[in-house]
């Protein structure tokens, strides 16, 4: 049983498209997690939601989106792709506290 | 300020024992974790200290100085599977739903 998965694993897409990228988790966690990592391995976090609320909103351009239509689902809606979008975008949960998070596998986006 | 500094990349031989080291500066501190990422997948959990001193989990050990504001992850009987990054972070303002995550030590195990 996958704990958190994210979907599709691979994007490659041309600048300028809108894309989305989902993901679920099974295991019961109230906090949900978007995160970007870059070419140099800096994991840098984007969006936290907490039983469905918006709680953590970094400086992200407004053209990133998330959506959480319950507390075990987050997506996140990206507009108007742009070169450095590039990246490989992780989902995340936690229960909070000492348990850490469970990431999913990752989606690795390329704009082209 | 609130930052966390590990050594960008480490070398060790099988069957050695390995120290990455972690500094962190936060403002209400509120535990450190480590995590480890193999090339091409995601972080997983390795500890997390909220108290000093050293916790051990089989191979891997952790330490934690909230004093001196230094933790170490400790790998022995190194194998070549532990080859990966090692990351370290901090609740940001003591914050455990938000973290600052240092950019990771590479170690690379050789035999």
């Known amino acids: 049983d996958t704990a958190v998965s994210q979907t599709p694993k691979y994007l490659v897409t041309q600048m300028g498209n809108d894309k989305s990228i989902k993901c679920e988790q099974n295991?019961?966690?109230?906090?949900m997690y978007w995160y970007k990592q870059d070419s140099k391995k800096f994991l840098k976090i984007m969006f936290s939601y907490n039983n469905k609320e918006l709680i953590i909103n970094e400086t992200v351009p407004n053209r990133f989106s998330p959506k959480s239509p319950d507390k075990a689902h987050l997506n996140l809606h990206i507009n108007s792709l742009e070169l450095g979008d590039s990246a490989v975008y992780f989902c995340a949960s936690s229960p909070g506290g000492r348990y850490g998070y469970t990431f999913g596998s990752g989606t690795r986006l390329t704009v082209v | 300020g609130q930052n966390i500094d590990q050594p960008t990349e480490m070398t060790a031989t099988e069957g050695a024992i390995v120290q990455i080291n972690c500094t962190y500066q936060t403002s209400g501190f509120n535990g450190l974790f480590w995590y480890q990422q193999h090339a091409g997948e995601a972080p997983t959990f390795l500890s997390y200290?909220?108290l000093d001193g050293l916790e051990e989990k089989g191979r891997f050990s952790s330490f934690l100085s909230r004093s001196k504001g230094y933790s170490y992850l400790l790998l022995k009987e190194l194998q070549m599977k532990d080859s990966a990054s090692y990351l370290c972070a901090a609740p940001y303002a003591g914050n455990n739903r938000k973290l600052i995550w240092g950019l990771g030590t590479s170690l690379a195990v050789n035999p």
């Open positions: 200290n909220v």
């Open positions: 295991l019961g966690h109230d906090t």
